[in-house]
């Protein structure tokens, strides 16, 4: 599989597997990722030409949010891959 690295609005370096599919929740084209830790991260191009996380544009992004024990959303949980329906 070829991958690239792509620089994120705010700086952070991905590694694009052009593995693509479509949101679940708002079903936008988007792009998996892989961060510098391995994990596989869903990113997308946002009004500006730019690549982004694609949880920052998402407008259903709290559904793929992880819960606490208390149903709470935790702030600084991400989605998984799981989460989107992942071809390819």
């Known amino acids: 599989m070829v991958s690239y690295s ?3 609005k705010g700086g952070a370096q ?3 597997t052009e593995s693509t599919s479509a949101c679940r929740g708002c079903k936008a084209m988007i792009w998996w990722a892989e961060t ?4 596989k991260m869903p990113i997308s191009i946002d009004k500006d030409g730019a690549w ?3 949880f920052a544009i998402c407008p259903a992004a709290n559904s793929f949010r ?4 208390h149903g709470e959303v935790n702030a600084g949980a991400q989605g998984s891959d ?3 329906d ?3």
Not at 36 to 39: C, I
């Open 6 to 8: 792509v620089i994120l």
């Open 14 to 16: 991905v590694w694009n």
């Open 86 to 88: 992942q071809q390819g």
């Open 52 to 54: 982004v996380s694609h």
């Open 36 to 39: 510098r830790e391995g994990r």
């Open 66 to 69: 992880k819960r606490g024990s």
């Open 82 to 84: 799981q989460e989107h």
